[in-house]
């Protein structure tokens, strides 16, 4: 694991706009910088990164946060591959705590497999591009399937050569070490002799999200039925067959854009769309679908679409992998490529567009489709045609996340049409199917297991719907500005030495004020490091490694405009209502200002200026006022039951916390309607 120290030195050096100008062209606009967002296509740029708070916001997708995040997000690396990625940028040395001699040694094997698969791409990669044998076998056969110089070399394609030992002879000169070349499946040991593993194929490098090549795809050129078609790199450190996709890294940013994967078979199905300018493409290798390629879409997009051969195999082959993807909640449509084509031929027949059209054109519902494939199959069989009912039932039942409620009774009612059959009845064998799961997963009772399927049910509904429930008790807003003004000024002195995230703590006291899961994290760790005599600031947490809080500690500073002298000037001439919306939040005062006048509001704002210790005293007198709200509500409910000894002690406390409630309201300059 990376030190905090290194972490801390890692994050003092980091410059936001120079990491994020190394993707996006940006330009200055006053305190800021002005780009196109990587994250979505737009022709009028509105993603913004503001480097004296360290973060990036897109106006038009709504992408945020910092600069590990922004790496996270765009290469797709995970949270300790962004801080190698940005040590190595900074020239950081990298400190980890003790770990076992174990794991050392299984990063050095990883390190040295990478090491040795960038020097085997080299070798293959010049001996294709080089040599009179590569040009002569594999240069002419790849022309002749229709590839480009560009493709080749993007992908990084070579030629093994036809030789016995011809990259043994230069890795062993080169100081490799033998068993370590045994173990990425260039070299095997034959007779007592080191041989090379792939002789007279094209190799086709793998590379995982970063770039990096971990293994090697060995296609054979001439026909041979004695030899397989291809060879793969055997399973190691670095090679793991079921957690890979072949092109992930040349189409994660085309993913990211489209909001969509193309998943093909083969690695010449991909290069062939990528050559035809469409880039949002996979392959599978031909072997069915896991649980973890899945998931490797999932972080891209939810959206999948599987173009496969028309024929039976093809269809087998796209059915294979289909409960799992419903339990990833991505949506998945197919397309069968006709008359015998794959898609590297169909798109270098029809050309881009005409593939693009046919693959929008023919996308099929997957669910509805292995229906129809399923209904086929049965015939009159009533026996099969119980079979069917039962599997695309159980098919159904793995779509069980709350926010899928709706799609998959979308799903129950077009499948119970079609089977015609009853759609109570076939709702019920659905949820069987849910429980029946539930209580072998989690080992529940199967009353229990039922009473989790009636909550989950229930959950489909986020909120309540009375409007006046969430005025009066969610303090979102509030509590999200008690958490802004922390972040942003808890560390400025306040009075008579006392920090302003002392003042605030001595204000608000009590955590259980709180409701927001992600505020009281904020107000937990901040409180325990001051108490510990450490300060700390908004960046502790805009960098925090729990990634789920870092997005928030960002959505609490991402404003746009901030107010002006001009701005409050103007304001103190307004009527107490809108004091009150604007000393609430003057952003939400500006949402119910028409668009139209969004111009002559603009002299009013300027960017990046300074608050004052009057919005912080506003934030917790607001967020005070809000619980006394509740507080009396509760009380009236309770007044309305009490016996009528009971009910004097709740006049009291109801005079009481009127008396609180006319009090704060005076110090905001609102009025309160009795």
Known sequence: MITQNTIQQILSRLDIVEVVGSFVKLKKRGANYLGNCPFHNERTPSFTVSPSKEIFKCFGCGKSGNTVSFLMEHEKLSYVEALRWLANRYNVEIEETETSPEQKQAQQTADSLFIINAFAQKFYAQKLLETEEGQ??????????G??????????LGYAPDGRDALTKEAIAAQYNSELLQKTGLVVERNGQLQDNYRDRIIFPIHNNSGKVIGFGARLIKKNDKAPKYINTPENELYVKSKLLYGTYFARQAIDKADECFLVEGYTDVLSLHQ????????????????????????????LTIIYDGDAAGVKAALRGLDMALEESLNVKLVLIPDGEDPDSYVRKVGEKRFREFVQENKKDFILFQLDVLLKDAGNDGAKKADVVNQVAETLSKIDKTEDFTKQQDYIRQCADTLKIDEAGFTALVNKFIRNRLASDKKLPFEEAQHFEENAKKAAVNEYDDNT?????????????????????????WENGELTAQYIFSELPEEDLFENESVLQILHEYKSHLESGEVIDKNFFVYHPDNKLSTFAVSLMQFKYEQSHHWKEELSQSTGYQKSL?????????????????KELEHYLKIE????????ISAITYLKLKKIKKLLIQNHADMEKASPSGQMTLFLTHQHLKQMEMELTSQLGSVIVK
């Open 136 to 145: 002569t076998n594999g240069l002419s056969y790849l022309k002749e399937r």
């Open 147 to 156: 590839f480009n110089k560009d493709i080749i070399q993007k992908f990084g």
């Open 276 to 303: 035809a300018g469409i880039e949002n493409v996979v392959a599978s290798g031909g072997t069915s679908l896991t649980q973890d390629q899945l998931r490797l879409i999932k972080k891209y997009t939810s959206n």
């Open 469 to 493: 429930y969430n005025l009066l008790f969610k303090d979102e807003l509030q509590e999200r500005e008690i958490a802004r003004v922390l972040l942003e000024y808890g560390n400025r002195e």
């Open 582 to 598: 604007f000393q609430q939040d003057y952003k939400t005062f500006l949402h119910l200002v028409n668009r139209e006048n969004a």
């Open 609 to 616: 200026e300074d608050r004052t210790p009057q919005e912080i």
